[in-house]
């Protein structure tokens, strides 16, 4: 089926009151396993791609096996470039052929942070590439930055960010943080209700892993339309190999554990799915 851009998924999505889960991705494993979840389930999907993961393996080898798999794949599929953190990477990313790009200057001044946002928009426009940027901080460990200052998203600075900026979507900081979370967050529900009351493009949340999921369902219906989840597919993936490893102590052949880390991975993946809402919306 197709390689599409997150566009089309993402506002669908809004219309229907569903998300598009988003799921960040560090090998040839973990893009398997990603879309032979999504095909179980019949949903479209976004698989991700961070700086430190570009870092590992390469924008062209994430490209190459995406693009292979989805072009084979019976649901559509979207590749998003995920906290880019700067023009130049934005501008790789769009170039080896990514489907959808985010710039992330949630760490810049407000004014700043448009300037850097309008130039990836305007970049990526002649191609019709959705531009996804955050506004206020989401907490934790994001990548290889710590953020130990989080700041909530203002609605009246999401209405003018939006205006200025042309973006096609809005990661939104409403108390969520990327990684392990200690006790439960507390999410500010209302707040990003007031938000969508006046943002009319999708909205994102971002540091899914470990919300409740009870909490990820009432932000959904509250108008987020793209959830991303990293940490507990990374989790999912190691646990099966080291339980494979731990049986058999004397395998060697990468292939027999790999097939074990992708099918914990597929198995978190299709729960995400569920949780999204976005099963059979292909
Ligand atoms: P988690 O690692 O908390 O799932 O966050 C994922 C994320 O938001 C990636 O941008």
């Given at each position: 089926m197709a390689f599409v851009t997150t566009e089309q998924m993402l506002r669908t999505a809004d219309q229907e009151g569903y998300a598009v889960g988003a799921f960040n991705v560090e090998n040839m494993e973990m893009v398997m396993a990603v879309i032979k979840a999504a095909e179980e389930m019949n949903a479209p999907a976004i698989l991700q791609t961070t700086p430190s993961t570009i870092k590992y393996a390469g924008l062209p080898l994430y490209y190459a096996n995406v693009k292979a798999a989805a072009k084979s794949a019976k649901v559509p599929i979207a590749l998003h470039l995920d906290h880019g953190n700067s023009f130049s990477l934005a501008m790789q990313a769009l170039r080896v052929g990514y489907t959808s790009i985010m710039i992330d200057?949630?760490?810049?001044?407000f004014d700043d942070n448009i300037l850097l946002t309008q130039s990836v928009v305007k970049a990526c426009a002649p191609s019709g590439i959705p531009v996804e940027a955050e506004l206020g901080k989401v907490g934790g460990k994001e990548d290889d930055l710590d953020c130990n200052d989080p700041g909530y998203t203002d609605p009246d600075d999401a209405v003018k960010f939006v205006e200025e900026t042309g973006i096609s979507s809005l990661a939104v900081a409403i108390g969520t943080a990327h990684g392990?979370?200690?006790g439960e967050p507390k999410l500010d529900v209302e707040r990003l209700s007031e938000i969508r009351k006046r943002v009319s493009i999708p909205l994102v949340l971002h540091?899914?892993?470990?919300?409740p999921d009870e909490a990820v369902r009432e932000c959904i219906r509250r108008g987020i339309s793209k959830v991303n989840f990293a940490t507990e597919l990374r989790i999912a993936y190691s646990n099966g190999i080291k339980q494979f490893l731990k049986d058999n102590p004397d395998a060697f052949d990468p292939k027999k554990y790999g097939v074990v880390g992708m099918e914990y991975v597929t198995k978190v993946v299709k729960d995400k799915i569920n949780v999204c809402g976005c099963a059979n919306r292909v």
């Open positions: 200057g949630s760490h810049e001044a392990i979370y200690k540091g899914a892993s470990g919300v």
